[in-house]
């Protein structure tokens, strides 16, 4: 049986990723599952899909805990312990990133004890629009790793899954997704099969045996205020909203207003401030600014030092 886990952002995408190469799986005889897991349904926050493949009847159910392919679509995960990108992953296990560095470089960062494949990002675009083909763009060298998917099974399960999109995006999809294919010919069939979880084997958790307290004393119980602001929510961030304090208006209780994580402050000289530790991205700002004072650049820009903008 095939374990194949994406981890991605929301927006770019993995849970369409993952219907596409199940139904892909699907179309060549095997009988599939697949589905999204995620938290916060939101922009930037982590989220997975796992997709199961297999030649029998599959009894299998959850999460998948050990992989045979893990797909990671934005490297900006792999530091992040919350997403659990390596959870389970062994020898066998094949690691494919989307990203610009060297396979090389990441085995050495990971010291990954598997096999890892880098799918080379694009340029980077001007139109940020064309973020939204990551996850397609992962089905697809996905498909080729897998060496059991054929280009027909591929470019027909991206037409059922797309039916209901415009006829220009759905031929961008599969030109995405076919180049994708293309370029993984050298890693093609380089994925094995692993073993299901056998249920008479099943071992119980390790559980620690604490003794009941005083429900006063061992329930958590948060009372003080302000306490959210130990999350880092920016760490969800791929685009950084960037105010270019030429072009403001000061007409700051447009964007403020509509920020939902009230990460945006007003200054003493009446400008607005963005608190980068926890804004997430969701750029309700960018589009509430009828100025076009506010841009926005890739989180690993501006992590880089070149912010744009200036200051009040």
Known sequence: MYHIRFHGRGGQGIKTAGRILGTAFFHEGFEVQDAPRYGAERRGAPIFAYVRAAKKPINERGVITAPDLIIVADDSLMPIPAAGVLLGAQEHTVLLINTSEGSETWKEWLRFPGTVITLPSGEEVRDRAELQYTGVVCTGAAARLAGVISRSALKQAILDELASLDDTVIEKNLANALDAYERMADHAGCITEGKG??????????????????????????HAAATSVEVKTGLWRTLRPVIDYARCK?????????????????????????????????????????????????????????TGGGRP
């Open 197 to 222: 979880v056998p249920a008479d084997a099943y071992n119980p958790p390790e559980w620690v045996d604490i003794p009941f307290e005083d429900a006063r004393v061992s329930a958590p119980a948060i």
């Open 250 to 306: 000061r007409c700051w209780w447009m964007c403020t207003t509509f920020c939902p994580d009230s990460a945006m402050s007003v200054n003493t000289a009446g400008y607005p401030e963005i608190d980068y530790d926890h804004c997430k991205g969701c750029l309700i700002c960018y589009v509430q600014c009828h100025n076009h004072a506010i841009e926005t650049i890739p989180e690993h820009t501006a992590q880089a030092g070149n």
